[in-house]
């Protein structure tokens, strides 16, 4: 059975679809088979990985509103093990069309079940908000990881996060549960990296990641080119540290 994942920050910039992208990527590279889901309209994670979103005719949205299955919406990508549900810019307007919907709540996890036994890990990209499509990401979920910037308004806005994820937690979705917080865009150089981290550190009782993810020139080229960084670039900083958080969300596999 695929562990699920949610990756999930309301505050936009925050290295959130970076992770997505990069952490699916390297739980490939390690031979898990692994199914990304990219649940924001923004469509960046399809884009990341190489997929022409205007060529796509079963999306996310299409998936959503009922007028596929979600076999018919899962597309190859051209990194080995991984899979692809992808979004565009007409998921903006799936909340509306949902409204009605009974359970729309449950609408992502209903579909989910028919391939979680296909995959090890399935990772989703939440949209840089709270809102339905979130909510939908976080019933189908296990854990919510939380991808954090090293910056000075990084707790902004995380107390809103958990608050909702304990919302759901209680009435939605019982099995949910915290993975944890990882640091990214760290820069060595900056008093201001460290004492972010040991602000949240200090503050947030959650489980944080060993690894933080430096913020690297090359992990920002990366998508302009269709490519996870492993691929773009094996050898970066940025590589070497998703690979290393891909090792530590393997080792989590009690959580």
Do not use: W
Request: net charge negative; glycine share 6%.
């Amino acid at each position: 059975m695929g562990r699920i994942i949610a990756i999930a920050n309301q505050k936009g910039g925050v290295g959130k679809t970076t992770t997505a992208i990069n952490l699916s990527a390297c739980l490939a590279e390690a031979g898990k088979k692994v199914l990304t889901i990219d649940l924001d309209p923004q469509g960046n994670t399809t884009s990341g990985f190489g997929v022409e979103k205007e060529e796509m005719e079963n999306t996310i949205y299409e998936l959503m509103i009922g007028h596929c299955t979600i076999r018919e919406s899962i597309k190859k990508t051209k990194i080995e093990n991984l899979f692809l549900i992808p979004s565009d810019i007409y998921l903006a307007g799936a909340e509306i069309e949902l409204l009605d919907i009974s359970e729309k709540e449950y609408i992502l996890k209903n579909e989910v079940d028919y391939v979680q036994e296909d995959f090890d890990y399935i990772v989703i990209d939440c949209p840089p908000s709270l809102n339905m499509l979130t909510i939908n990401a976080m019933t189908t979920a296990d854990t919510v990881l939380v991808p954090i910037q090293c910056e000075y308004y990084a707790l902004e806005g995380l107390s809103q996060l958990v608050h909702t994820i304990n919302l759901v937690q209680s009435r939605l979705n019982s099995n949910l549960q915290m993975e944890g917080v990882v640091f990214t865009m760290y820069d060595a150089r900056t008093n201001l990296s460290l004492q972010v981290v040991e602000n949240v550190k200090n503050n947030l009782d959650t489980k944080i990641y060993k690894t933080i993810i430096p913020r690297n020139i090359r992990l920002a080229e990366a998508p302009s080119y269709g490519l996870p960084i492993n691929l773009y670039d094996g050898r970066s900083a940025g590589a070497e540290s998703y690979r290393l958080l891909a090792k530590e969300v393997m080792e989590r596999e009690d959580i």
